[in-house]
């Protein structure tokens, strides 16, 4: 059985680090990509502090986004590339930290909680497939230390996961 260790988030770049050892243990030795995306968001959603949303988006065409795995209230089904910020990530090909997300037009308000958000693209040598969105009630709760860490997070669940169609 896996249990979640707790770490000190004072200093967060070695709070990622640890949930990068944490998630490749987790993941180790399966490559569903399904169960994995399932154990990431659960592990981010329990472990991150003060997330009231953690989950995955995969690309079901050049044009849109559509749910996978997630923690948090039920959500938009489906997003096209290039609306909100996770279809915005998609289209610009980078991250997306939003402060205050009253202050993004076009945000997709899944939660109406909701008020500053991270999404980190999912990338394997074929492009981007796909995107990790963390969503806070606390405007300002995501910096650039939290998007390195979930961009790490993200990476390990590529690598350890099979996207054979
Ligand atoms: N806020 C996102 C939609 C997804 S939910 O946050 C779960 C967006 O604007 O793309």
Known sequence: MFA???????DKAAFYRGLVKQLKALLEGEHDSIANAANTAALIFQMVPDLNWAGFYFLASDEELV???FQGKPACVRIAVGQGVCGTAVELGTSMLIKDVHDFPGHIACDAASRSEL?????DEEGVFGVLDLDSPLPGRFDSADQAGIEALAAIYVAASSFQD
């Not at 979640?4 to 004072?10: C, G, V």
């Not at 999404?119 to 990338?123: K, N, Q």
């Open 4 to 10: 979640a260790q707790a770490i000190d988030i004072s």
């Open 67 to 69: 749910l996978g795995p």
């Open 119 to 123: 999404v980190v693209l999912l990338e």
